[in-house]
């Protein structure tokens, strides 16, 4: 079954070009089967980019998919059109009272800043608390995932002496866990990150599972059974150029950075990257959906209220 989004959305026609079964709102109602409803809160500046990456794999799934876009009320995007939040975007206020069967919260290029510091630091919050209620299953991305570590188990992040930055050689530590069903031993994974959560600093009780780290940049992925939750530290979810456009940035402005490790053919930036993560970042989000139908209740109102198995 297709991903269900917006006729205009411009990620629509990035999808329709790339062969992912995009459904209308017409086709979608002939259908008897209740569709899994996902929201993406998406805090990162080009919220298209960001859109788009994350529906082409969700998109890429067997299972009917209603995404959902959902931006914090308080903050004022600074590189999306108002029109475009205007029209394919909710704030969370105005979503709140709905169930979700799974709910992702991106990362956001802030992780240098105390958390506290973060100007919608209290609405998030708000938001992570409200995820243990209204949302089966969550999945959390870079600092995205850095923020509901810290909230749900008090875990810090700590500054790196210099930016992770490149495609980063990573480990399958738990071969037997359902989200990591069909991954290799090892695999790459881009990374672009000031800061890092270490194992040592998760707490013993706190139910989180290592499921993927690397012996340059550590821990990349938990997963916490008791609350369905997944913990993305990098960013399995990027295009081929992210990095590039990244590095691009960073040269134009003068700004010291190293070329991406293990990215440019040759380390050479005039060379094209090649993308040795795509399969698996699609492996996981599939591995992630489907866990979620699975576990999920039939009636959205009983998320929240139904004891319901989580992933093994």
């Known amino acids: 079954m297709p991903i269900k989004i917006p006729n205009q959305l411009p990620a629509r026609d990035v999808l329709v070009r790339e062969g992912v079964s995009v459904m209308d709102e017409r086709t979608a109602r002939r259908q008897d089967i209740r569709p899994l409803q996902i929201g993406l809160l998406n805090l990162m500046p080009n919220k298209i980019r960001t859109e788009t990456q994350f529906a082409r794999l969700i ?11 959902v931006r914090i009320g308080n903050h004022k995007a600074k590189n999306t059109a108002e029109d475009h939040l205007i029209t394919f975007y909710e704030t969370w206020e105005e979503v709140a009272a ?3 069967d799974g709910f992702i919260i991106t ?4 992780e240098l800043m105390p958390f506290e510091e973060v100007t919608y630091w209290n609405e998030l919050e708000r938001i992570l608390d409200w995820t243990a209620t209204n949302v089966h299953s969550s999945f959390f991305i870079c600092w995205g995932a850095m923020a509901a570590a810290r909230h749900f188990h008090g875990v810090p992040k700590h500054t790196l002496g210099k930016k992770a930055f490149g495609v980063f050689s990573h480990h399958n530590r738990a ?8 991954f290799s031993d ?5 990374v672009s990150r000031w800061t890092e959560v270490r194992i040592s600093d998760i707490p013993a009780d706190s ?13 990349s992925l938990l997963a916490e059974r008791p609350g369905n939750r997944l913990y993305m530290f990098n960013h399995i979810e990027y295009d081929s150029t992210s990095l590039k456009e990244e590095y ?9 950075i190293e070329v991406p490790h293990g990215y440019f053919p040759g380390d050479d930036p005039t060379q094209p990257p090649l993308n040795r993560w795509r399969s698996h970042a699609h492996l996981l989000f599939g591995n992630w959906i489907n866990q979620v139908y699975q576990t999920t209740p039939f009636e ?3 998320i929240g209220r139904v004891s319901q198995p989580a992933a093994a």
């Open 59 to 69: 998109g890429a799934t067997p299972l009917q998919v209603e995404l959902s876009l």
């Open 300 to 302: 959205l109102a009983d």
């Open 248 to 256: 691009d940035r960073d040269v134009a402005a003068k700004t010291p």
């Open 207 to 219: 139910g989180l599972q290592v499921l993927i780290e690397s012996d340059e940049t550590g821990l």
């Open 98 to 100: 709905r169930k979700f």
């Open 175 to 182: 071969p037997t866990s359902p989200y990591l069903a069909g």
């Open 186 to 190: 090892d695999f790459a994974i881009p």
């Open 107 to 110: 990362g956001a290029p802030i």
